[in-house]
């Protein structure tokens, strides 16, 4: 590690922290500004030294104000000047103590960051956004809301450290971590005993140091994952441009050292009373009950692992339960688990239930994890069989499973639980539209207000699919908050009777998926903003001509069908299987500028034996209200088998 001289800033090597002289390094901690443009690196600091090794010596030392007029910035020179106060030598800096131009050194030093700021002596919490004069307990103060408390990094940086000294905008203390214990506590949600180092950070479970960095925010979307790597104790490459996959990849390696399943209950576990036992002994929960608490879209995730730490918001309160107290509870013997990455997905051994609606079967996998708040219930996982699995109603071989909702259960149900092995997809698929275009832009959030627009060859390629377009606008549909009706592209099959209805709406449910959706933006966190969503019906046209709309609207415009948030969609693409066809949604962004978002929507039609598919891009034009709503018990019926970016459209459904 490279240490920055506190007199003469020139950088010295040393290989592990316990070479660095008695009394130690300090070290600092901060919010990197304007992404890292205001700060000096490491052939900044060279240069500096080497200029200065060039002038006569100065008898008189140096200064802070030395360090500083000399070319050193203000960040620099005021650290360098506590450290020389608290009577160190030398300090670390993220900005200017790594090399950032070799990727070696790169990826060495985030692997040791936890460890080195674990041995420094001390830590400076330099928060650039608080005043000295301001008492940080006051509701409202500078102190709870900084910044620094919003990072990724910053996160390890404040657990590691036995010692932390708050230092505010001018460089004057505010106190230590240990006198602000209770404050952090209420301000991050992190125990005071893990903070003071009096509980170590391993005994806490997976999930609820995952629900700690939930709300924190980082300049790339791989650092969500590389900052986390010390707090549980794992070291993997650096490989910036994987995006979420990295997050994918901490998640292996955690599960290659621990027991703890807490690391699968993320996003929102389910806790309902009437959740109950049913007369039916096949039958333990009621899934009608489910269906009628959990929007659709939270059913469909599909996959094992979470894609980033925003998923574990809802879990601080899970803990781990030990394979000994696990066996206890089931009343069989139950080994620990092992977790196999195959072509197929994790392979791993859960105790199932069966849970039956009348031909389809679901299971809840058991996971040795409970809630602080129900101690007498543990977590299952929805698992549902995909198409290609031979799972059938009364036998589960090692079946593929898709992952979706995570549910407190009853330990008094588990006597029915009988141990198998499966396999179960622990990330995205890739989208079917990954090498056949433009994908869409990396901001496309998929919420409105925003618009889709009608491109002008569209009409074109619908005719030629044999299919015909109505309405025939070229009115782009736009939707705000204040606008809740669905709109409706409707395509008529020149082979047969039957159309096929495109519904793209906002949604308006009430949980937190749709209507908090944004938390963990901070200025956002209770802002409703509504998703948007589309869906897929197939229908027969009526005998007479010129009929448009169908019966059954809701009476405040807002339709009964069950919607679909795109932003959950792989690559914001979708299947939807009608009797007649295969019908691929897959919306892209226009335009992400403005106040107002632009999305264009490529239907992608594949006929039931034709050898080739047929693509057409269109959108649904403003002022349509061309089918509107539908029956309410069309949710009763739609659907069957479907994977995790597939639906099955039942043709009676309409």
């Avoid at 505010?174 to 209420?186: A, D, M, N, R």
């Avoid at 509980?199 to 709300?215: E, G, H, K």
Wanted: proline share 6%.
């Amino acid at each position: 590690m490279w240490l920055l001289d506190a007199h003469t800033a020139e950088l010295h090597y040393y290989a592990t922290p316990e070479d660095v002289p008695h009394p130690g390094y300090a070290i600092l901690s901060h919010r990197w500004l304007n992404g890292g443009k205001e700060d000096q690196t490491f052939q900044d600091v060279q240069l500096l030294a080497a200029s200065r090794s060039r002038r006569p010596s100065d008898s008189s030392g140096s200064s802070s104000r030395d360090l500083e007029a000399e070319g050193l910035n203000a960040k620099i020179s005021h650290c360098c000047a506590l450290a020389r106060a608290h009577g160190f030598c030398y300090v670390w800096i993220d900005t200017c103590c790594i090399d950032r131009t070799s990727s070696a050194e790169l990826t060495e030093s985030i692997n040791s960051m936890f460890q080195w700021y674990a041995h420094a002596a001390i830590c400076y919490a330099f928060l650039h956004d608080v005043k000295s004069d301001e008492d940080p307990y006051d509701e409202g103060s500078s102190f709870r809301s900084s910044d620094w408390f919003t990072r990724c990094w910053t996160l390890q940086e404040l657990l590691a450290p036995s010692n932390v000294l708050f230092v505010s905008m001018d460089w004057l203390p505010l106190g230590t971590k240990e006198s602000f214990s209770g404050l952090i506590q209420t301000i991050t949600g992190i125990d005071c005993d893990v903070l003071v180092h009096l509980q170590p950070l391993d005994s806490v479970s997976i999930a609820r140091r995952m629900s700690w960095a939930a709300r924190r925010r980082a300049s790339r979307v791989e650092d969500e994952a590389y900052s986390l790597m010390g707090i549980f104790g794992v070291n993997m490459p650096t490989i910036y441009g994987e995006q979420h996959h990295a997050f994918i990849r901490l998640q292996q390696e955690i599960l290659k050292g621990s027991h703890d399943q807490s690391i699968f209950a993320w996003y929102q576990v389910l806790d309902d009373p009437s959740l109950i036992q049913s007369s039916d002994p096949d039958c333990l929960l009621s899934p009608s009950a489910v269906q009628d608490d959990v929007h659709e879209d939270e059913w469909e995730q599909g996959r094992l692992l979470a894609s980033s730490p925003v998923a574990f918001a809802d879990s601080a309160d899970i803990s781990s339960v030990t394979p000994e107290d696990f066996a206890n509870i089931l009343g069989v013997p139950f080994r620990p688990p092992e977790y196999n990455i195959t072509s197929w997905g994790m392979r791993m051994r859960l105790p199932l239930l069966t849970l039956k609606a009348g031909p389809k079967v679901t299971y809840l996998g058991v996971l040795s994890c409970r809630s602080a708040h129900r101690p007498d219930h543990l977590v299952a996982l929805f698992l549902t069989p995909l198409p290609q699995s031979l799972a059938t109603p009364d036998r589960v071989p090692d079946v593929i499973f898709s992952r979706y909702r995570a549910i407190l259960l009853p330990t008094e149900h588990l006597r029915h639980a009988v141990a198998k092995t499966v396999y179960i997809p622990y990330r995205f698929k890739p989208s079917p539209f990954a090498h056949s275009g433009p994908s869409p832009s990396r901001g496309a959030e998929y919420f409105g207000p925003c618009a889709v627009d009608l491109l002008p060859y569209v009409r074109t390629r619908v005719k030629r699919s044999g299919y015909t377009l109505r309405p025939d606008r070229d009115d782009p549909l736009t939707f705000d908050h204040n606008h809740g009706t669905d709109r409706t592209i409707i395509l008529d099959d020149s082979q047969s009777d039957e159309s096929i209805a495109v519904h793209i709406g906002l949604c308006y449910c009430s949980t937190k998926c749709c209507a908090h959706a944004k938390w963990p933006d901070r200025s956002a966190m209770f802002k409703p903003r509504w998703s948007l969503s589309a869906t897929v019906r197939v229908f027969q046209r009526p005998a007479g001509p010129g009929v448009s709309t169908f019966p059954g609207c809701a009476s405040d415009g807002k339709t009964a069908y069950v919607k679909r948030h795109i932003r959950f969609w792989d690559g914001g693409a979708k299947t939807f299987r009608t009797p007649g066809a295969s019908v691929t949604l897959k919306f892209s962004s226009l335009a992400n500028v403005g106040a107002v978002v632009r999305y264009s929507l490529i239907i992608d039609i594949e006929r039931c034996g034709s050898p080739a598919s047929m693509s057409s891009q269109c959108s649904a034009p403003e002022g349509s209200s061309i089918l509107d709503g539908y029956l309410d018990e069309l949710e009763a019926n739609f659907g069957s088998q479907r994977d995790d970016h597939t639906d099955e459209v039942d043709q009676n459904s309409l």
